[in-house]
């Protein structure tokens, strides 16, 4: 049995014994080398569970786990999310691991939370040599989960006022990679006295946050 497939079943089999006995699914955010600060938006991911556990009755853990992108717990979670303003380096064995765990059914979701996009376009080539970023169509299902995007993903924060841009990676025709650039989800995703978002603007990026994690979860199970 080739390497990835043993990778497959084993993620399977941990996703399907957790559901199998009404545990808590966890999602966790990735650490990595570089000097970035991964663990920006600490209010984001909280938010976004309770939302989904609300409104698309997820039974998701209240909190979020963190783990190192070498780390073999990778595969214990079916949603990872990265985000940062700088640097980003993964190492041979890190970049290694992150695809086994992409190639094996993980899913990860990049929010650029400006300044992060020179480096990760670097370090996913590390992953990924062969594979080029496709611009999503707003067609495409992860922006028709359980909440419409016709125009693709919403923006939340101007940053260099281009419009937002979602962008994956490919791997055997499935999405295993996706990034939302020029568009701050995790902001929308905070605390609103951080930002100060208008309501609305918060519930648009809650709601396209519910979309990929449905969508993560539906390409895993």
């Not at 380096?89 to 993980?106: E, H, M, P, V, W």
């Amino acid at each position: 049995m080739e390497k990835r497939t043993i990778y497959g079943v084993i993620f399977l089999v941990i996703l399907s014994a957790r559901l199998s006995l009404a545990q808590e699914i966890k999602i966790a955010r990735l650490k990595y080398d570089g000097g970035g600060d991964w663990y920006a938006n600490r209010t984001a991911l909280p938010n976004l569970i309770a939302f989904t556990n609300k409104n698309i009755k997820t039974d998701l853990f209240k909190n979020e786990d963190e783990v190192d992108a070498g780390s073999p717990d990778l595969f214990l979670y079916p949603y990872i999310y990265m985000t940062g303003h700088g640097n980003v380096d993964f190492n041979a064995i890190q970049s290694s691991n992150l695809r086994k765990y992409l190639t094996s059914g993980g899913f990860l979701h990049i929010d650029d939370n400006y300044g992060l996009d020179p480096f990760i376009r670097l370090e996913i080539k590390k992953i990924f040599p062969k594979n080029e970023w496709v611009e999503l169509p707003f067609n495409h299902e992860i922006y028709h989960q359980y909440y419409d995007f016709d125009s693709g993903l919403p923006k939340i924060h101007q940053h260099d006022g281009q419009p937002p841009q979602g962008f994956g990676i490919i791997h055997e025709g499935k999405l295993v990679v996706f990034y939302t650039y020029e568009c701050d989800l995790g902001n929308g995703w905070e605390d609103a006295s951080i930002h100060n978002d208008p309501a609305d603007v918060r519930l648009k990026a809650l709601k396209m946050g519910a979309n990929i994690l449905s969508y993560a979860f539906n390409a895993n199970l």
